[in-house]
Every structure is written in C-alpha cells, then in structure tokens.
C-alpha cells in the first residue's frame, strides 16, 4: 500500500524525518512515536502537502511527490485538532466535503448519511457540531475522512481526549474499517492502542525508524512464566529455592526460565508443595519493550 525510501524532511535545523525507509502492506498499521516524533510532518508528506527534503513516498503506485492530486483522490485523512466547522450539522460538513472529493451531490449526501450511521451519529447528524461531545467530534472527523470511499485513511491520534469507554469505542470503529476493504495507518504515542488493534507496527524516535513489522512478529516470549496457584504465590516461592521469582499482588508468580526442564521442574515443584495449579503461562513482550529495546533505552525485546 505504501512505501517510503531514504525520506527526510528538516525545519530550519530540526530534523523532523531522518533516512525514513518502511513499506507498509494493506490493513491497520499503528505510526507510533512521541509527540514531536514526526508523525504528523509524514502524514503531510504523504498528503502532499509538504515536500521531502529528500526521498520519495509511493502510495498504491503512485508517486507523491509526482502526482499530490492523485494520490488525495484515494486518500482520506483525519487531523488531530478540532477542524470541522462547528456551526454546520454533520450530515452537512460531511455531505460537503464529500462533493469537495468530487462526489455529485446527491450521492454525496446519501454517502454521508450512511457514513455518520457507520461511525455511530445516526441521531445527532442534524445537529450542530457546537453541541457535539469530543468523542462525537472524534466521529465526525473520521466520517469525513470516509466519506470519499478512501483506499488508505490517515488517522492522526483519533482516541485523543476520548475516555476509556470512547477509546473502546474509536478503536473499534478503526478495526472494523478492514473489513471494509479500508486500509488505515493509525498515528498514536498510545502503544496499548497499536497492540488491541493494528496488523502492523511502524515505531518512529525523533523521525528515525526505531522498528517496523507485523505486530504479533514484534513481539515474543519473554523467558517469563505466570503460575497460578490460587493466591498462595508465598508457598510457592519458597518451594523454588534459588529462582528469581516475584510475587504479585494478586497472588501470582513470576519465574524466569531458560528451558523446558526449568518448566517442568515448575510444574513439579507446585505438585510437592501440594499447591493447586490454577495457571501456567508465558509471559509475552510487549510494544513498549520493543520500542525501548530499539531507541537504545533498555527493554526485553
């Protein structure tokens, strides 16, 4: 779907992208990164409307920087500040940034229609945008980022300012676009959102590529195993002479092991010490230690 070589892009002595090289499959992709890590500066490259200092980006073969026009016509976009004026209903902001697109107008107001239904604003799209909560506005913005039939949305943090319950909410309406046959890149500095929901992984350090890949590729067994034994984690470590294990607060343990005999001789010492094995399970590496490992901060992975 996209394809970025050699990209860099400098304001005045800031480097916002540096030797930027990824290629990105279809599906959802989590653009991970600190503020300030380039994300936003690659979403407008990709747009076109901001120009590499050097390299190129290709989206669904077309080059961008040779055809910007081209490459907007496929492309919808989801800023992340508040852009959509408030004194106008959805149903209109939507339906005219779907003629905008170059939609006719009545199917543009039909598509809208549907749109708003899609992102949960069936009821409130003849209200203005004034009233609308952040979590509805969230909405708004991704329905006009839909409404053109899009093959690839640019989503610039869409669970910002959202509580937990809408973050659930905006995550699964992101998910649910690949069923579509919507492609999505998804800007976030929230890892645990990149990890719920994305196929792919793209982690950036101050415009510098820390990691790219398949998301479950990034991660992996971390040499850790959780044993469950029904809250009593204090008998069990000290039938485990000698292992570096930790007991949590809800009455698990961690062991780090290094081989399958170490995990039976686990299993074996729960059976001598009579405890009940309620779980056993390995430990799994996460985003977060993947980004540490690969910005030279530490970290498992």
Known sequence: MLAARALSKSYGAVRAIEEFTASLPTGVTGLVG???????TLFKIML?????????????GIDVSEDPIAVRSILGYMPEHDCLPTD???ADVVATLGEIAGLPARVARQRASDILDLV???????RPIEGFSTGMRQRAKLAQALVADPKLVLLDEPTAGLDPQ???EMLELVRRLGTFGISVIMATHLLDDVQTICDHVVMLDAGRLVAS???????????VVR??????GQELLAALPGRDAALLADGTVEVSVASDDEMDAIVAAVGDAGLPLHGLTSQRSSLDDVFLAGNGTGGTA
Not at 48 to 60: F, Q
Not at 120 to 126: C, M, N, S, V, Y
Not at 227 to 232: F, S, W
């Open 34 to 40: 600190a503020n300030g890590a380039g994300k936003t």
């Open 227 to 232: 044993v469950d034994v029904a809250g009593r």
């Open 120 to 126: 949960g604003l069936d009821e409130a799209r003849f």
């Open 166 to 168: 809408g973050r659930h």
């Open 48 to 60: 076109g409307l901001l120009k590499p200092d050097s390299g190129t980006v290709v989206i669904d």
């Open 213 to 223: 890949g398949r998301t479950q590729d990034l991660l992996h067994t971390t040499g």
């Open 88 to 90: 106008q209903s959805a």
